[in-house]
DNA sequence: GGAAGTATTTAACATATGATAAATAATTAC
DNA sequence: GTAATTATTTATCATATGTTAAATACTTCC
């Protein structure tokens, strides 16, 4: 759990009774490559925190593979259009290498809430850091064409080309996975 | 500050004292049409509420005019990528319609939370319900053509169109505005 | 280590949206 | 109330990305 609340001392620094009331509802998990962690149709009450590996949210529209958003080590993610609408989701999390994963639950999370305000703030300053992240991609998805995305993709997270199948990044990226391959083939 | 209020109990109710308190670090001011609230490059520390009226999020991408979103009656406006980075914002917010709206001081705001969590978590909600929101549209951006954005936008918003120039509409659905006229031409 | 299954690329053609320019329509200001 | 400005539409042409299909390349598994 250390690197766990290393990720959480970057937003607020917790008790050393807070981290216990989180541990207790945390449990590790490993889980093995291309596993659902979370099935389409499920509310969401949980989120995974990556110790090792990669992750993926997806969803089917009109029959094909989308992806939403991909997760790598040290880093949060979850369903949060079912996680805090308490609906089900339309999307699944899945596992894209043998990981190791941090699973809280999210129902039990929420009631520490009242008990440690620490914690609620700890959770709201991760939203609003995510939430800005989101903004800011709409922003590179409607003004940029797939090819300036592809380029910022592999500026950032380099390794997202080497440790996922460029089928479920070229969905990232909002394109098909031949359309995809073109741009790669210009370079 | 009534409808304030009374948006806020969909989310939070707040007791009187913490009420008082916001009331203390807000004001409601009247705009007139076309003016900026909140300039480029400005940070972010007002968050707004339409009492009455229309706003927009803009900026500026290669000379040209985007709208992020539009904020009608009762909801509340404000550049989050610079709230809560605290960094300068490279957007700014428009009054389309002369409105009326309250004008909430997020530093003291942000001070707040700490003696009345009530308040944190009240905010926390609304940013929460707004994330989603932003979430689903990223969705609808990504795979949704330009017709299909624009037939969904006036079914929920139908007031979009009345109140608000079709240019401001075009950048805010991702197309030109000269593509916005084919594709209503088209019905 | 070969067969079967998956992933990626390449090619040819189709189409939605962009860019530019010009024509109308609506608004604003004196 | 007319002129000036601004908003919207229409038309033409250009282009990025989609679609389909087939060819390679890479993995996985017995």
Redesign the interface.
């Known amino acids: 759990m250390n690197s766990l609340f290393n990720f959480f001392k970057g937003y607020n620094s917790l008790s050393k009774e807070a981290e216990k009331a989180i541990a207790e509802i945390s449990k590790i998990v490993a889980v093995k490559k291309n596993t659902d962690l979370q099935p389409i149709g499920h509310t969401c009450k949980t989120i995974y925190f990556i110790n090792k590996g990669v992750a993926r949210i997806y969803y089917f529209?009109d029959g094909t593979d989308?992806t939403?958003c991909f997760a790598f080590e040290n880093n949060i993610i979850a369903r949060?259009?079912s996680l805090?609408?308490g609906k089900p989701s339309r999307k699944a999390i899945q596992i894209l290498e043998d990981s190791e994963v941090v699973a809280i639950n999210s129902t039990q999370l929420f009631k520490l809430?009242d008990k440690y305000?620490e914690i609620?703030?700890l959770f709201?300053l991760i939203?609003?850091?995510?939430?800005?992240d989101?903004?800011?991609?709409?922003?590179s998805?409607?003004?940029h064409s797939a090819e300036e995305r592809y380029n910022s993709l592999i500026k950032e997270e380099p390794n997202v080309l080497k440790r996922v199948p460029l089928k479920y990044v070229a969905s990232y990226l909002?394109i098909t996975q031949v359309s995809l391959s073109r741009i790669r083939g210009i370079k």
């Not at 939203?127 to 800005?132: P, W």
């Not at 989101?134 to 922003?139: A, D, G």
């Open positions: 529209k989308i939403e949060v259009e805090f609408t809430y305000p609620e703030r709201r939203f609003e850091s995510a939430y800005v989101t903004v800011n991609r709409i922003e998805i409607q003004f909002g």
